[in-house]
């Protein structure tokens, strides 16, 4: 069974830095994309970054030019450089895989989430 654990989360002051780390267990697949998702209480979650196997990658316009996302492929590992961190990136962060098979079959992972919190 796929599990991902993420770490890194934590409080931090507007205008700092954190860096979410993302690891799977389990898998016997290479995941064909990656990424990172975010949520606050009463609203949908939304996509942050996603980064495919070819190393394309996708931002919200929220985030762009603050935040990188990276993964390596070998170790289906995805991580997510925050900088200039404001208030509103607050939120419980989510790492999602997505297996695409040959016969159109997709499978998505998600992680349990880790918290993260900056304050103004």
């Known amino acids: 069974q796929v599990q991902l654990v993420e770490s890194g989360g934590g409080l931090v002051q507007a205008g700092g830095s954190l860096r979410l780390s993302c690891g799977a267990s389990?898998?016997?697949?290479?995941?064909?994309?990656m990424g990172w998702y975010r949520q606050v209480p009463g609203k949908q979650r939304t996509m942050v970054a996603s980064i495919s196997s070819l190393g394309s990658t996708n931002y919200a316009d929220s985030v762009k030019g603050r935040f990188t996302i990276s993964s390596d492929n070998a170790k289906n590992t995805v991580d997510l450089q925050m900088n200039s961190l404001k208030p509103d990136d607050t939120a419980v962060y989510y790492c999602?895989?997505?297996?695409?098979?040959?016969?159109?079959?997709?499978?998505?992972?998600w992680g349990q989430g880790t918290q993260v919190t900056v304050s103004s």
């Open positions: 999602k895989a997505e297996v695409r098979l040959t016969d159109g079959t997709v499978y998505i992972y």
């Open positions: 389990g898998s016997t697949f290479s995941f064909n994309a």
